[in-house]
């Protein structure tokens, strides 16, 4: 059974840094492609950054040079690690991944920064 389950997040200053987790089960995260999307309130999901299989990296013009994206292959897991955080990146996170043409969410995160 495929499960994203996260970890993370919650409150920080302007400046701050967060990192968030996402745990995988019932599949191995080097075999996918894994994306973290954010979405704040009342607009659109956004693609935040993406870690392809063959060990790449896609980081949003948003985020670059603050937010990271990673995964541990022992410990099946993805991470996003956000730096220099502005109150614009305030956002429920998530991670996906998809399988089979059929996309697979984690609970999501909620992050907030305070100017």
């Known amino acids: 059974q495929v499960q994203l389950v996260q970890s993370g997040g919650g409150l920080v200053q302007a400046g701050g840094s967060l990192r968030l987790s996402c745990g995988a089960s019932?599949?191995?995260?080097?075999?996918?492609?894994m994306d973290w999307y954010r979405q704040a309130p009342g607009q659109q999901r956004e693609l935040v950054a993406i870690?392809?299989?063959?060990?790449?990296?896609y980081t949003a013009d948003s985020v670059k040079g603050r937010f990271t994206i990673s995964r541990d292959n022992v410990k099946n897991t993805v991470y996003l690690q956000m730096n220099s955080l502005k109150p614009e990146d305030t956002a429920v996170y998530y991670c996906k991944t998809d399988i089979s043409y059929r996309d697979f969410w984690g609970q999501g995160t909620q992050v907030t920064v305070s100017s």
């Open positions: 019932g599949f191995i995260v080097s075999d996918n492609d």
């Open positions: 870690v392809y299989s063959r060990g790449t990296t």
